[in-house]
C-alpha cells in the first residue's frame, strides 16, 4: 500500500492525458466498454429523473460524462470535481456549452472537498473510486457521497473492479483482460496498463461495493452491467 501512487502523482498523470479523454465516440479504450457504459448510464440517469436539477460528477475527467448526459436532460446545474486541473478546464468548456444551468468547477480530492449535504439528484463517479486506499476510506467515501444526496437521489458508479476468488482473479484480469489490451497494440502496452493499474489504483469487488452501499443506508442497490473486470453499478437515497 506504501508503494501506491501519491494523490499528486495521479495528478500529474492526468494532466497530460486530457486528449484521450474528451471523445464520445472513443472514451477510453483501455477501459471495457467504455462507449456502451456512457451511453447506459446516461439514459439510464435521464429516464429516472425527468426534472433533474443538481449533478454532482466527480473525476469528471474532460467531462465526458456530464456532456453526454446533458444531451438528453435539461438544462441543470453540474458541479465538476477533478484533481487534474487541466482535465477540469477541458470539462468545463465543453459542459458549459451544453447547458444554461450553473457550471462550478472543484479542484481537489473529493474526500476533503466541502460540499453542502443533500444538495444532489444524481453523483456520477466514474473510473474514480479505485483510486481509493484502505478499507475505512473506502467506508468513508461512499458515506460521504450517500450524505450529499436528496432524499430519492443516486450515485451512478462504473469502475475497475477485483474477483474475490484468486483464480478467477487471474483468469478475468490477467488473462482475458490482459488479451483484450494486447488486441489494442501489444505486450508491452498490456503490461504498461497493468503496471500503472498496479501502482495507482486498489480495486475492490462488486460484491464489496454493493452491500458497503447498503451497510451506508442505500435503499436499493442494482448493477447496470457487467463485463471482465469492468463493472456499472447505482445506489438510490
Known sequence: MNNKSTIKEIEE???????????????????????????????????????LATVLDIGCGAG???????????????????LSQNMLDRAVQRVSAETTGKVLPMKGDFRTLDFKEESYDVIIATNVLHHLRGNDDWVACFCKLYSLL???????????????????????????????????????YRDHVFAYIAKEDSPRSLMYQLNLMEEVGFSKVDILHKNLCFASFVGYK
Open 13 to 51: 498523470r492526468f494532466d497530460n492525458d486530457v486528449e484521450r479523454f474528451s471523445n464520445l465516440e472513443t472514451a477510453q479504450q483501455t477501459t471495457l466498454d467504455a462507449v456502451f457504459n456512457l451511453e447506459l448510464m446516461t439514459e439510464a440517469i435521464s429516464r429516472q429523473y425527468t426534472d
Open 64 to 82: 465526458n460524462y456530464a456532456v453526454k448526459l446533458l444531451h438528453k436532460v435539461g438544462n441543470p446545474d453540474v458541479t465538476l470535481v477533478d
Open 150 to 188: 436528496k432524499e430519492g437521489g443516486s450515485l451512478w458508479i462504473f469502475d475497475l473492479v477485483h474477483q474475490v476468488d484468486d483464480n478467477l482473479q487471474q483468469y478475468i484480469y490477467h488473462d482475458l483482460y490482459g488479451g483484450y489490451l494486447t488486441s489494442l497494440k501489444d505486450e508491452n
